[in-house]
């Protein structure tokens, strides 16, 4: 669904950015341009990118937290550092993280980028070709309605591929909103049952008449109230797929009845003497733990094993934070066009806090989350001033506290970079919100000259107007 481009320039230069575009026009090559860390995740976001070229030095966001944070989430691009002359220590580290290459400013010689820029695209792809192979499927960011590329929902899209077109029963079990519903679609929709119908039903909202009525139809004067006869949704689907939502909830009387709908193809309708014969494809799903409540007792067992014929496990979001980025987006993009808002990005900072929440409640939690922004965001980026409190947490601007988090898994260089990084951010941020975002204030109590001031904050990336915005409306 998506087109390969076949190469994103990161880099505030104008110049050396002509210099990539002709080089790259030359090539016959498509080229995306971004000028800053987060419009590169933006894009590295919306479409897939074959080769990256990043200058180390980016205003705020460094070109290595960028090059850190591609293949932390596994994006298939292939990097390509740009550094300064007598940095190999950097280009050295770049390459450990996992850049393809390097290049040295300032470039004498042409030729040398376009190779390297060529091997880099050669590597992607061979590396597609690879994916391929493994049916990884790499290069898709989606299936279905199912936005997602972790291993985890990549092993749910092949394991869809692989039970769609059989008959048998899908049990879904999931933490509430990990996309359920969206799954048991998915199954139908992929499988040979496509043109007939869908039919859904919630077995928690209905009380034990009602629900046994609506799945198996009655006929007139069976009960009071019933004037004609009704069909079920059973006999609604047949042919095509039902999904029984929340079956966890439904009562033991009803567990029986449909244990023999399962057992003989049959239903009967409420108060009816006659079996229907149905063609019906059942899928199930619960956020509860189903087999516990086969071992207490409240569930069925025989049910229970008709039930679990092949079941999915959908994983809770927090458990595949790399899809994260591509879900934020996705609904960033949804209400944006929804609302009419000229909205794009996602500040970075806004996206790791984004990244390390739990998201008790899964995607549907994030995508209210993403819904709020853009509903508040002003301008057409995303910041940590458009998210619940909740999400952001308390404290928000203390430091992090490098025992809490996960900084093990970095060199010490690194560790130490990134505890800097969230102390200057912390610092500088209370400062100026104490300052009311006044420089020559915030350099005062800083110990500093207003012009050096100035220039740690334009390095840490902080927008004064967040801080100065905040004193208007209190003025007012
Ligand atoms: N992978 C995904 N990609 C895009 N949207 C998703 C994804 N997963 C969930 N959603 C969205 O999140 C919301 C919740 O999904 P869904 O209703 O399928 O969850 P559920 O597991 O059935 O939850 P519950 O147990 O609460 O019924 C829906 O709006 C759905 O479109
Ligand atoms: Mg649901």
């Known amino acids: 669904m998506y087109k390969n481009t076949n190469l994103l320039i990161v880099d505030d230069d104008d110049a050396l950015v002509k210099v990539f575009e002709r080089v790259a026009r030359d090539e016959g090559l498509t080229v995306a341009v971004a000028r800053s860390g987060t419009e590169a995740i933006e894009v590295l976001n919306r479409q897939v990118i074959e080769a990256a070229v990043i200058d180390i030095n980016l205003p705020g966001y460094s070109g290595m937290q960028l090059l850190e944070y591609i293949k932390q989430n596994q994006f298939p691009t292939e990097v390509i550092i740009i550094t300064g002359v007598g940095t190999v220590e950097t280009a050295v580290r770049a390459i450990k993280i996992g850049a393809y290459d390097y290049l040295t400013k300032p470039f004498d010689d042409v030729t040398k980028v376009v190779i390297i820029i060529n091997k880099a695209l050669e590597k992607f792809r061979l590396m597609q070709r690879i994916r391929v192979l493994e049916r990884k499927g790499e290069e898709t960011f989606a299936y279905e309605e199912i936005v997602g590329k972790s291993h985890k929902m990549r092993d749910i899209f092949s394991t869809i591929d692989s039970v769609a077109g059989t008959t048998s029963t899908v049990l879904l079990l999931g933490e509430s909103g990990t996309g359920k519903e969206l799954v048991a679609r998915a199954v139908h929709r992929r499988s040979k049952r496509v043109d007939k119908p869908f039919v859904v039903i919630n077995c928690a909202a209905l009380s034990e008449s009602l629900l046994e009525s609506e799945l198996f139809g009655h006929v007139r004067g069976s009960f009071t109230g019933a004037i004609a006869d009704k069909m079920g949704l059973f006999q609604e689907a047949d042919g095509g797929t039902i999904f029984l939502d929340e079956i ?56 229970y094993y008709r039930l679990n014929v092949i079941q999915l496990s959908l994983p809770p979001l927090r458990d595949r934070q790399e899809d994260i980025p591509l879900l934020a987006y996705h609904f960033l993009q949804k209400y944006a066009k929804k609302l009419e808002k000229d909205v794009t990005k996602i500040a970075i900072e806004t996206l790791q806090i984004l990244q390390n929440y739990q998201w008790v409640g899964n995607v549907r939690e994030l995508e209210n989350v993403m819904e709020r922004a853009v509903v508040l965001v002003q301008g057409d980026t995303i910041t940590v001033r458009d998210l619940p409190p909740r999400v952001l947490g308390e404290g928000f601007y203390l430091p992090e506290e490098p025992t809490s988090s996960d900084l093990s898994r970095f060199t010490y260089q690194e560790a130490k970079e990134r505890s800097l990084w969230a102390f200057n951010r912390a610092y500088l941020s209370n400062l100026l919100r104490q300052t009311q975002g006044n420089l020559s204030n915030a350099a005062q109590r800083a110990g500093m000259d207003r012009s050096n001031f100035k220039k740690i904050v334009k390095k840490f990336n902080i927008d004064l107007g967040e801080f100065r915005k905040k004193s208007n409306v209190s003025e007012v």
């Open 248 to 303: 966890a909830e439904i009562p033991s009387s009803t567990q029986v009845k449909l244990l023999r709908v399962l057992q003989e193809g049959e239903v009967r309708p409420v108060g009816g003497a006659q079996n229907r014969t149905i063609d019906v494809r059942l899928i199930a799903a619960t956020n509860q733990d189903l087999a516990e409540a086969v071992t207490e007792g409240r569930f069925r067992e025989d049910l």
